[in-house]
């Protein structure tokens, strides 16, 4: 079945210590997302890519950054984890001619 | 220091029941409306959508119905089923952007 991945499901990560999360997708889809998700909270865009052309959020920190090698991946860097990064990170993808976001399973971000 | 957990509204409902959940949204430009269910630990699973020329849409056991005058969006869910437990976000778009609602936790009890 088409659809979107995220790995790993579970990150736990040091205060300070690089991490980078992964979201792939066989929908083919132009556009890939990156949200945010913190507890009892709505997702929170963090930026989006389409196609190649990345665009960010305005308030999203400089902290966050994000690659996409390719249409299938796109990967989420945080360069600095803070305890306020403690998350859920959602990764969704759309075509660009239709609306709907198909979200993958999320990875749970902790900073310890 | 002491920290404090954000609550989300609540609606309690008996099995079979209607449930209704509520939005309000303070975008005038966005043109689309989309409605996710997301189940504790999973990503938000699509429900139905509606566009804004649109003011009520229905699948199946649910209908979404727009307000665009008092900017209102709510999700009739019907004979509500204890599978139906989850937190429903409604979203607005803008663009590429997808603005979400604080979400509803909605409660299902045999």
């Known amino acids: 079945d088409a659809m979107v991945i995220q790995n790993p499901r579970y990150q736990v990560t040091q205060f300070g210590k690089p991490v980078t999360l992964s979201c792939s997708q066989t929908l083919n889809h132009n556009v890939m997302y990156w949200y945010q998700q913190k507890s009892s909270q709505a997702p929170k865009l963090l930026f989006h890519y389409y196609d190649k052309d990345f665009n960010n959020e305005a308030d999203t920190p400089d902290n966050f950054q994000s690659r996409r090698p390719n249409t299938s991946f796109c990967f989420l860097d945080i360069r600095s984890p803070g305890l306020g990064d403690a998350a859920m990170y959602l990764c969704?993808?759309?075509?660009?001619?239709?609306?709907?976001?198909?979200f993958g399973p999320g990875t749970r971000l902790t900073v310890l | 220091g002491e920290s404090v957990g954000l609550h989300l509204p609540t609606l309690s409902v008996q099995e079979g029941d209607n449930s209704i959940i509520n939005c309000a949204y303070s975008n005038s430009a966005s043109d689309y409306f989309i409605w996710y269910k997301q189940e504790s630990g999973k990503g938000p699973q699509f429900i139905i959508d509606i566009r804004s020329n649109m003011d009520k849409r229905q699948g199946q056991r649910v209908t979404v119905l727009l307000n665009k005058t008092v900017k209102h969006l709510s999700l009739q869910i019907a004979a509500t089923q204890p599978g139906d437990s989850a937190v429903y976000f409604c979203?607005?778009?803008?663009?590429?952007?997808?603005?979400f609602g604080k979400g509803t936790s909605l409660l299902v009890t045999p």
């Open positions: 969704a993808t759309s075509r660009v001619a239709y609306n709907e976001q198909f």
């Open positions: 979203a607005g778009r803008s663009g590429y952007a997808l603005n």
